[in-house]
């Protein structure tokens, strides 16, 4: 066997041997490199590990399957337990963008690049097209432009959360067929416009997190199909309209918060004998009385009635709930005596101050 045969033959099986070992697939590396390109990390140096062949060994932040040898998680946070914080003695700061090239790693089944506070741009509509993806967590940074458009392809998606950005637009109509997904997080962005009357599609949610947007319209009825919704909140935007009863008749709803926008009409008795165990329905245009429907299962840790145009007395039934922790109906026209109990023996003056004539323990005798 001539010398440069053997030589040919040996780097053949040298070459195999490093592929089936060495664990990263060239175009799962090519991507990674021009991700980390698009990013500055100037204090901790995660990227530093980022060199090398094998990307599945050692690459800060990426692992990969193990029968695929595909990357198959990114998991970049800025704020975390891991020793790189400690040893720096600082929490993580980003900037750049987050390059389209991630849309290149076809397993991808988590992307988590929360809390660097600095990394901008748009979420690569291209991510739509991973098919693989379960978890989609960019919390924390100043990511402007919409929600893509066309997210509702991410048939597996279980988490997607992009909250405490600077996303704008509206919430895509193709995000109700999320079928998988348990747990939405949509807070502190500039999202306007309506929520969808058929968000109740999102038949596997557990949590539905819109507060501090710009979002207007009715709260859909819908949501009341949600059968394992427990956290509903929709607080500090500008929805408006009544509250649809239905809410109050769901399975595990514990926590609904609609504070700080411009409900109206009445508050329906069904939330007030319920599974929920913190309302706030402060800061709204809700009228009328309150409902005297307090029961055996009223159990609020919260009750939060303040700032509204509620009138009346408060209802007598009120003594009968199991527990109320912290009540709040200041800030309405109710008037009468201020029944009394053990519920709510504990409150102070504060919980019904600037109503129109409340009256007895704890504020003046009547
Ligand atoms: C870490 O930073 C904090 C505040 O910046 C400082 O008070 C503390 O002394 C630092 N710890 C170490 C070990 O450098
Ligand atoms: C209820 O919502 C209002 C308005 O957003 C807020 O100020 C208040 O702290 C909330 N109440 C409780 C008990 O969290
Ligand atoms: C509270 O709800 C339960 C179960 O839905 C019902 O049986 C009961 O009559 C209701 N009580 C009041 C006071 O509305």
Known sequence: MATSTFYTLSAIILLSLTIATNACFPSDRAALLAFKAALREPYLGIFNSWKGGECCRGWYGVSCDPESHRVADINLR???????FEKANRTGYMTGTISPAICRLPRL???????????????????????????????????????????GRLSRLTVLNVADNLLSGTIPRSLTSLASLMHLDIRGNQISGTIPTNFG??????RALLSKNKLNGLVPASISYIYRLSDLDLSL?????????????????????????????PIPATLINSTIS????????????IPDAFGPRSYFTVLDLSYNNLRGRIPKSISAATFIGHLDVSHN????????????????????????CLCGKPLRAC
């Open 78 to 84: 800025g704020e975390s337990e891991d020793p790189i």
């Open 237 to 265: 935007n500008q929805l408006s309209g009544p509250i649809p009863p239905s809410l109050g008749k769901m399975a595990v709803l514990a926590t609904l918060n609609l504070d700080g926008n411009r409900i109206s009409g």
């Open 333 to 356: 026209h109710l008037c009468g005596p201020i029944p009394a109990g053990s519920p709510f023996d504990h409150l102070e003056a504060s919980s019904f101050i600037y109503n129109d």
């Open 109 to 151: 089944s988590s992307l988590t690049i929360a809390d660097w506070k600095g990394i901008s741009g748009p979420i690569p509509p291209c991510i739509s097209s991973l098919p693989f993806l379960r978890i989609l967590d960019l919390v924390g940074n100043r990511l402007t432009g919409e929600i893509p458009a066309d997210i």
């Open 201 to 206: 599609k999102l038949r596997m949610l557990s």
């Open 278 to 289: 913190i309302l706030n329905l402060s800061k709204n245009a809700i009228e009328g009385y």
